[in-house]
């Protein structure tokens, strides 16, 4: 008798943890729900487009999806579409790997203002997420992005990068019309800490600096490293070689190039302001105080810009019938086992990926966390009833109404999405809303 198991979540958290299971020493039939048509999560919707190097990784994980014991049913929506509960009737254990679709708040004033985004939602826009506007607001000639990580020079380096360099890479029509009448000619990206601690990965920083439209200016001002820094930098090879590189830019002069992206360090924003729209960006001086942390000088810089861009993290949101840590945006668990909120477990109720943890590390630390949680899955669950079956699953969405796209859908929209980007010489072009990617691949 085969162990039933449900993933929610069709991201690389998801099938990480089919990946585990399928390789695990027991007899497993696994379904994977995705509440979009097509699978794969942040590495289709949050990977910037001139990133094609990244989104490789899509073919390892669609090699699990043609494992025989899995099966991807898309266009699932846990909560609408079939209950927790209703799922625990089907399977034996459930593994809940929804991620973190959502923008932290930074709590300042004026973050509500017109003009002041997510990245999160940015991202989506031009990744061309079935949920995203068609269209975005780009009229600002004056940016700002908050955030020292790799999602904020991704969103700098498309604000920056003009729309027709973004021609080879599978953006659809409507995001590359709009880029390509953006007007932005400033992007200045702000870190509060010092530039051995910015969190950028040493490859994306560098491909700044390859644009033939672009100028990578590093301020001197606030580019300080003291003796917490040199210690950081020693045990932490890729910190290092970030802050090599950024000591390389420091007081380079711009070469006239149309458009600049400006990076400040030791910078905090502490408000927006603007009558209904942004108009300024406060930011504080901050300094180094030798234990890793920074505190505020009392200088305050008010830069001229039209809008705002915050990529200080993603936030998980609840999942229907779990408990939910509002706090730490997580589901409270114990390595991967969920708990609820008097600390006991639930039986046969599992969380993995940034839903589990929350939302750091890049992509490939996925597995480790995989690799817990389906430990103590396989550990403590056994076959029961013989009418879960796939069939009975099936019957119960059939009879919800729900239009399931499975895996052999997915196939039929990959192939319709190379051929539309074959004319144009590129890779793809993603099909841009749902009605749409649920015709094309039927």
Do not use: C
């Not at 999602?151 to 599978?170: F, I, N, S, W, Y």
């Not at 996925?366 to 899955?377: G, I, M, Q």
């Amino acid at each position: 008798m085969s162990l039933r198991v449900a993933i929610v979540g069709g991201g690389p958290a998801g099938i990480y943890a089919a990946d585990q299971l399928v390789k695990s020493e027991v007899d497993v039939s696994i379904d994977i729900l995705e509440r979009l048509p097509a699978p794969f999560g942040l590495v289709r919707y949050g990977v910037a487009p001139d990133h094609p190097r990244i989104k490789e990784i899509i073919k390892a994980l669609q090699r699990v999806l043609l494992h025989d014991e899995v099966r991807l049913l898309g266009n699932v929506d846990l909560g609408d579409d079939i209950k927790l509960e209703e799922l625990r009737e089907f399977y034996d254990a459930v593994i809940v790997a929804t991620g973190a679709r959502s923008d932290r708040d930074l709590g300042i004033p004026g973050e509500d203002l017109r003009g002041s985004y997510g990245a999160a939602d940015f991202v989506s826009w031009y990744d061309s997420h079935p949920e995203a506007p068609t269209t975005w607001p780009l009229e600002a000639e004056h940016v700002a992005v908050l955030g020292a990580g790799n999602v904020a020079l991704d969103v700098a380096r498309v604000l920056a990068k003009t729309g027709d360099e973004m021609l080879t890479t599978d953006i659809p029509a409507h995001v590359y019309e709009g880029l390509k009448a953006k007007r932005a000619t400033d992007v200045h990206v702000f870190a509060r800490r010092g530039p051995a601690y910015a969190k950028f990965s040493p490859l994306e920083l560098r491909e700044l600096a390859h644009s033939p439209n672009v100028d990578v200016i590093v301020h001197p001002e606030g580019f300080e490293v003291d003796e917490a820094s040199m210690a950081h930098i020693a045990k932490n090879k890729q910190a290092k070689m970030v802050l090599d590189t950024l000591a390389n830019w420091v007081g380079r002069e711009p070469t006239g190039k149309p458009h600049r992206i400006h990076l400040h360090f030791l910078e905090q924003p502490v408000e927006i302001t603007g009558d209904g729209a942004v108009e300024t960006l406060r930011t504080e001086r901050t300094r180094l105080v030798g234990d890793d942390s920074v505190e505020g000088t009392g200088l305050i810089t008010d830069w001229d810009v039209q809008a705002v861009y915050r990529a200080v993290g993603y936030r998980s949101t609840s999942v229907v019938g779990l408990p939910f840590d509002d706090r730490r945006a997580v589901v409270p668990n114990d390595g991967g086992r969920v708990l609820d909120l008097d600390g006991d477990r639930i039986p046969g109720t599992f969380v993995t990926g940034w839903i589990k943890r929350g939302p750091i590390g890049l992509i490939g630390h996925t597995k480790s966390d995989a690799a817990e949680t389906v430990a103590h899955l396989v550990a403590e669950t056994t076959p029961t009833a013989t009418s879960r079956t796939p069939e009975a699953v099936d019957a119960f969405l059939l009879e919800r109404g729900v239009e399931v796209a499975n895996l052999e859908h997915w196939l039929r929209l990959d192939q319709h999405e190379i051929a539309l980007g074959e004319p144009s010489g590129r890779t793809r072009i993603k099909v841009p809303t749902r009605d749409e990617m649920l015709s094309a691949g039927r």
